[in-house]
């Protein structure tokens, strides 16, 4: 795991007040880091175009285009000038050892974006859009510095942004680069050292990154003499739509747990491996509910077999249009892993939060309405559905950046919550469930040979069965 930060203003005073380093120093740091990602991927003299702006995120280009100069071809876009002591020093001395400027955007082979950094603000103006979208129109493959120009301090697009091939972010990696909203601007993300190592620079943070490294399948190894009772038994309801309860229990049955159950309204095609029952069976350690509830079973059935249970418990989807199931929440001494896709979460918000919220609101802030509701419910497990879901639990957050446009299908979140209740029928606390379930549940995504349109629910079931060869 890795740490983010919202902003990295308190560890670069560090820098200058306890390691005695300048903001020159930090600069050639900087740029150092970007040279070197264009020198592993470019042979030298290539051209280079970079557009800089009036301040320090314009300077690291500026002495970027400096460090290039002789190996490659760079030549600095200046739109706005240049206007912080820095941008004018880092161009007095690019001037120095040759660099060109143009006054115009022309085709390079690689082309950054170091118009502005982290600090931005405030919506693109019309001119630096219309700047941004020239740059994206260019063939060449792009760099942005710290961060895209166009997302602002959360990583919301404003509305224009920069759609970079790779980002260099400096220091520390920052939570906005981790907004949904970003992921279709950042491209590959790498974070580069600003004199002295990470583990110097960075202080302590309530959020992390995962990684493919975090993820620890379930062994049996260390339980030889177990049998199928040893490995627990996941209870899950099966309503409405009934392919969305098979689809969970068969993702659990696949994911370890001994038993798998499902409980049925009405009979059902169930798969072979599955069993059926129309109560939770007497043995169950976990249950899972919500996937295509709908309205199928009545509430003295779930308040006796659901609300009033001690069992971990998943719950997802139409569970969330249920204020009854929610009362669960409130429970203080169960192990409880709420999976909302952001509408969903609109709908958990309003009923217990008594506030109304939209999706986009949700998207914008997901950061911090998983803090708001983590420091409500530090008990209760979150995890926020989306292209980077978070799980927040006891006021710390993790962010799994590791899924694919493959997941972006009916089904997906059903496989979820069946590893979840998986991992929960066999002992796992309930934020190690949902750790390890978002994981595999990207992993096994990635492990698929298809085109993204065509992976199936199935597909990421029969997938992992491969986790334990990361």
């Given at each position: 795991?890795?740490?983010?930060?919202?902003?990295?203003y308190a560890m670069d005073r560090k820098c200058y007040e306890e390691y005695g380093l300048t903001e020159d120093?930090?600069?050639?740091?900087?740029?150092?880091?970007?040279?070197?990602?264009?020198?592993?991927?470019?042979?030298?003299?290539?051209?280079?175009?970079?557009?800089?702006?009036?301040?320090?995120?314009?300077?690291?280009?500026?002495?970027?285009?400096?460090?290039?100069?002789?190996?490659?071809?760079?030549?600095?876009?200046?739109?706005?000038?240049?206007?912080?002591?820095?941008?004018?020093?880092?161009?007095?001395?690019?001037?120095?050892?040759?660099?060109?400027?143009?006054?115009?955007?022309?085709?390079?082979?690689?082309?950054?974006?170091?118009?502005?950094?982290?600090?931005?603000?405030?919506?693109?103006?019309?001119?630096?859009?219309?700047?941004?979208?020239?740059?994206?129109?260019?063939?060449?493959?792009?760099?942005?510095?710290?961060?895209?120009?166009?997302?602002?301090e959360s990583g919301w697009p404003s509305p224009t942004a920069f759609r970079a091939d790779l980002t260099v972010t400096m220091g520390a990696l920052k939570e906005a680069?981790?907004?949904?909203?970003?992921?279709?601007?950042?491209?590959?993300?790498?974070?580069?050292?600003?004199?002295?190592?990470?583990?110097?620079?960075?202080?302590?943070?309530?959020?992390?990154?995962?990684?493919?490294?975090?993820?620890?399948?379930?062994?049996?190894?260390?339980?030889?003499?177990?049998?199928?009772?040893?490995?627990?038994?996941?209870?899950?309801?099966?309503?409405?739509?009934?392919?969305?309860?098979?689809?969970?229990?068969?993702?659990?049955?696949?994911?370890?747990?001994?038993?798998?159950?499902?409980?049925?309204?009405?009979?059902?095609?169930?798969?072979?491996?599955?069993?059926?029952?129309?109560?939770?069976?007497?043995?169950?350690?976990?249950?899972?509910?919500?996937?295509?509830?709908?309205?199928?079973?009545?509430?003295?059935?779930?308040?006796?077999?659901?609300?009033?249970?001690?069992?971990?418990?998943?719950?997802?989807?139409?569970?969330?249009?249920?204020?009854?199931?929610?009362?669960?929440?409130?429970?203080?001494?169960?192990?409880?892993?709420?999976?909302?896709?952001?509408?969903?979460?609109?709908?958990?918000?309003?009923?217990?939060?008594?506030?109304?919220?939209?999706?986009?609101?949700?998207?914008?802030?997901?950061?911090?309405?998983?803090?708001?509701?983590?420091?409500?419910?530090?008990?209760?497990?979150?995890?926020?559905?989306?292209?980077?879901?978070?799980?927040?639990?006891?006021?710390?957050?993790?962010?799994?950046?590791?899924?694919?446009?493959?997941?972006?299908?009916?089904?997906?979140?059903?496989?979820?919550?069946?590893?979840?209740?998986?991992?929960?029928?066999?002992?796992?606390?309930?934020?190690?469930?949902?750790?390890?379930?978002?994981?595999?549940?990207?992993?096994?995504?990635?492990?698929?040979?298809?085109?993204?349109?065509?992976?199936?629910?199935?597909?990421?079931?029969?997938?992992?069965?491969?986790?334990?060869?990361?």
């Amino acid at each position: 795991m890795q740490r983010l930060y919202r902003n990295c203003y308190a560890m670069d005073r560090k820098c200058y007040e306890e390691y005695g380093l300048t903001e020159d120093l930090l600069m050639e740091h900087a740029a150092e880091g970007m040279a070197r990602a264009i020198r592993e991927r470019f042979a030298a003299g290539a051209s280079v175009l970079i557009a800089a702006g009036p301040g320090n995120n314009g300077a690291d280009g500026i002495t970027l285009a400096r460090l290039l100069q002789g190996s490659f071809s760079p030549r600095l876009f200046l739109p706005l000038g240049v206007k912080s002591p820095m941008a004018k020093l880092q161009l007095e001395r690019a001037r120095k050892v040759g660099v060109p400027t143009v006054e115009e955007i022309e085709e390079a082979e690689i082309v950054v974006d170091a118009l502005f950094g982290a600090g931005l603000s405030r919506p693109l103006s019309e001119e630096i859009a219309g700047i941004v979208e020239s740059l994206d129109a260019l063939e060449g493959f792009k760099l942005a510095c710290d961060i895209p120009t166009g997302l602002d301090e959360s990583g919301w697009p404003s509305p224009t942004a920069f759609r970079a091939d790779l980002t260099v972010t400096m220091g520390a990696l920052k939570e906005a680069l981790y907004l949904d909203a970003a992921k279709e601007y950042v491209g590959e993300i790498r974070c580069v050292d600003l004199g002295v190592e990470r583990m110097l620079y960075e202080e302590e943070s309530s959020v992390r990154l995962l990684e493919a490294a975090d993820f620890l399948p379930p062994l049996r190894s260390d339980r030889p003499a177990g049998h199928k009772g040893t490995f627990g038994h996941a209870a899950v309801f099966c309503g409405e739509k009934e392919g969305a309860g098979i689809i969970a229990a068969s993702a659990a049955a696949r994911f370890g747990a001994g038993l798998t159950t499902l409980v049925i309204h009405e009979q059902v095609r169930a798969p072979t491996f599955l069993m059926t029952a129309t109560t939770v069976p007497p043995k169950a350690t976990a249950l899972a509910i919500g996937m295509g509830l709908g309205d199928y079973f009545e509430s003295e059935l779930l308040e006796k077999e659901v609300v009033d249970s001690p069992l971990p418990i998943v719950l997802d989807a139409d569970a969330f249009n249920k204020p009854e199931l929610l009362q669960i929440l409130h429970q203080q001494n169960r192990k409880i892993v709420v999976t909302p896709h952001p509408a969903e979460f609109t709908r958990l918000w309003r009923i217990l939060m008594k506030e109304e919220l939209d999706v986009e609101t949700v998207q914008r802030d997901r950061f911090g309405l998983a803090r708001r509701f983590s420091a409500r419910f530090p008990h209760v497990v979150l995890l926020l559905k989306g292209a980077n879901p978070i799980i927040a639990h006891l006021g710390e957050l993790f962010v799994n950046p590791l899924g694919t446009p493959a997941l972006a299908k009916g089904g997906s979140g059903d496989v979820l919550s069946g590893l979840i209740a998986a991992l929960l029928a066999q002992g796992y606390e309930a934020l190690d469930a949902a750790i390890q379930g978002s994981l595999a549940l990207a992993l096994a995504a990635r492990h698929y040979k298809g085109a993204d349109y065509s992976m199936l629910p199935t597909d990421l079931i029969d997938n992992l069965k491969y986790l334990n060869e990361e």
